[in-house]
T-cell receptor
Framework: SAVISQKPSRDICQRGTSLTIQCQVDSQVTMMFWYRQQPGQSLTLIATANQGSEATYESGFVIDKFPISRPNLTFSTLTVSNMSPEDSSIYLC????????????FGEGSRLTVL | GQNIDQPTEMTATEGAIVQINCTYQTSGFNGLFWYQQHAGEAPTFLSYNVLDGLEEKGRFSSFLSRSKGYSYLLLKELQMKDSASYLCASYGGATNKLIFGTGTLLAVQP
């Protein structure tokens, strides 16, 4: 199993600012992903965080808006840039220990409110 | 691509049995997950099916039919604490991304 810590757990942000969310895993993992969960909705995959290279973004998400870093096998960051109220959401970091299939572990999420 | 459908809401009675259905269309299908998510918390793993058939784990069971693109989660002896969202998710594609359905909000009533 993997224990995933995210910070901040919640924040209130002003329109036009940017915020970086940090994700720390307690063991080395092969795959890390970032999801968004808007109020009352399910999870939407933003991107796969690739170690040492650019993240792979899903349709509708771009690097300029959601830059992602993954410097090693236990840590990743997601930045939400130039925020607007529509970015108010829970952002979840997740990890999988293998490259194939297997359980995906989730952090507790970072709840962002943009005013 | 990947498309997953499940009912938005269900209501059941404490002590009863409830079945939550999920249909999926996933290219390169590699397995189906069920997660439970209580309000304000992270999703937690319930089950994983990759082969056809029924997987039983205590009060929870999950079924998969790959030929029909169909799965269900069966919850027995319902308890009030089972009130939560139940998320169906499928692995697929070249990079084995886990894509979630809309989730089914289950309300267990006394």
């Amino acid at each position: 199993s993997a224990v995933i810590s995210q910070k901040p757990s919640r924040d209130i942000c002003q329109r036009g600012t940017s915020l970086t969310i940090q994700c720390q895993v307690d063991s080395q993992v092969t795959m890390m992903f970032w999801y968004r969960q808007q109020p009352g909705q399910s999870l939407t995959l933003i991107a796969t965080a690739n170690q040492g290279s650019e993240a792979t973004y899903e349709s509708g998400f771009v690097i300029d808006k959601f830059p992602i870093s993954r410097p090693n096998l236990t840590f990743s960051t997601l930045t939400v840039s130039n925020m607007s109220p529509e970015d108010s959401s829970i952002y979840l970091c997740s990890a999988r220990q293998g490259a194939g299939t297997g359980e995906l572990f989730f952090g507790e999420g970072s709840r962002l409110t943009v005013l | 691509g990947q498309n997953i459908d499940q009912p938005t809401e269900m209501t059941a009675t404490e002590g009863a049995i409830v079945q939550i259905n999920c249909t999926y269309q996933t290219s390169g299908f590699n397995g189906l997950f069920w997660y439970q998510q209580h309000a304000g918390e992270a999703p937690t793993f319930l089950s994983y099916n990759v082969l056809d058939g029924l997987e039983e784990k205590g009060r929870f069971s999950s079924f998969l039919s790959r030929s029909k693109g169909y799965s269900y989660l069966l919850l027995k002896e319902l308890q009030m604490k089972d009130s939560a969202s139940y998320l169906c998710a499928s692995y697929g594609g070249a990079t084995n991304k886990l894509i979630f359905g809309t989730g089914t909000l289950l309300a267990v009533q006394p």
